[in-house]
């Protein structure tokens, strides 16, 4: 696969296809948790997903219970749990691995070294910039804040 959206991702309301219908889009990929200390960055990111969804720009979350275990829940626990606590709206996957033998093949390409930004995701909240051609643009650092100048600045140029 050589293309973000072409990768089948199971949505968190169990839709077959999370990634195809926003082809064509700029992408935020973010891994999440829910009882993390990065999880308020969830408000963050849905301010971005709203201020700027009318320019062609999506957040996506996929929820991991890798770190911690810090996602522990149901798909419809941590759904619940994102609209109730930050008005989460930007679509989100089931639940999946990001490293490991279990990893999610949409994870092995966004990590393969032939992207250019290679290896394992360090935590939750490590964030993917994808572009309207559904090519890798940039990798941030959990600690990497929605608001963030340099990851704005990259949105900005992206769409």
């Keep these: 696969m050589n293309d973000f959206f072409g990768f089948k991702v199971r949505a968190i309301d169990g839709g077959a296809d999370l990634l195809g219908p926003l082809a064509g889009k700029v992408v935020l990929a973010v891994n999440v948790a829910s009882r993390c200390g990065l999880t308020p960055q969830y408000t963050g990111l849905e301010e971005l997903h709203d201020e700027l969804s009318g320019e062609g720009f999506s957040v996506v979350g996929f929820p991991c219970n890798q770190f911690g275990a810090q996602e522990p ?13 930050y008005g989460v709206t930007f679509p989100m996957s089931a639940k999946l691995e990001v490293n490991g033998a279990g990893r999610h ?18 935590w939750n909240f490590e964030k993917f910039l994808i572009g309207r051609d559904g090519r890798l643009l940039k990798r941030y650092a959990p600690t990497v ?9 990259d949105i900005a140029d992206a769409l």
Aim: some cysteine.
């Design 105 to 122: 093949p949409l994870y092995a390409w966004l990590t393969d070294p032939a992207n250019g930004h290679p290896g394992d995701v360090q």
């Design 73 to 85: 829940g149901s798909e419809e626990q941590i759904r619940a749990f994102c609209s109730a606590s």
């Design 145 to 153: 804040k929605p608001r963030d100048n340099g990851l704005m600045q």
